[in-house]
């Protein structure tokens, strides 16, 4: 499992254009998004079915990805991309402090699946070849404080289903045959 998540991982970085810099694997192969997003419902659900799954005693720090899609348009891939960026930062760092937090071995397994996942995407765009980071300054993304782990799922879920899969469907105008 985990080395088809790496073969995976490895045909993004293959799928580099020069000119971008850009990953173009998930950007330009529509069923790689989709997989994703069905892996996101996947771990949602298994999550829920952990038995006594407690909620977290210190709450973690979650972005808020939700978004209006008229303003989304209007922003440039760039600003897109930082936007997801800083959402994955905070995301990352929510599941770690959950990680600590949680004994149960079903919802210990889920969380770093989860943790894999996020940090995968965020390894790769910042692949992705713009000039600054998600640590600049005004990387501040709107959040919510958070004690149950299902909502950590709920907002991986949300931002793949939503921003990601977005900001990959414009790329793709402009980057693909």
Not at 19 to 40: S, T
Not at 80 to 103: F, H, P, Y
Not at 127 to 156: A, D, H, K, M, N
Request: glycine residues 6%; aromatic residues 8%; hydrophobic residues 40%.
């Amino acid at each position: 499992m985990e080395l088809n998540r790496l073969l995976l991982f490895t045909s993004f970085l293959l799928h580099v254009k020069e000119c971008h810099a850009r990953p173009m694997g998930p950007v330009c192969d529509k069923r790689l998004i989709q997989k994703y997003i069905g892996e996101a419902k996947d771990m949602e659900k298994r999550v829920s079915e952990c038995q006594a799954l407690p909620a977290l005693s210190c709450p973690v720090v979650l972005p808020l990805v939700d978004f209006n899609m008229r303003q989304w348009k209007s922003k440039s891939d760039e600003i897109k991309w930082r936007e997801i960026l800083c959402n994955l930062v905070l995301l990352v760092g929510a599941v770690t402090e959950a990680q600590g937090q949680v004994s149960q071995e079903c919802g210990a397994g889920q969380l770093s699946q989860l943790y894999r996942h996020a940090n995968s995407f965020l390894l790769l765009l910042q692949t992705f070849g713009w000039e600054e980071g998600p640590c600049e300054p005004g990387c501040s993304p709107r959040s919510i404080e958070q004690t149950q782990v299902t909502e950590i799922f709920l907002t991986y879920r949300q931002l793949v289903q939503g921003k990601l899969r977005f900001f990959f469907h414009n790329l793709a105008k402009d980057s693909c045959d």
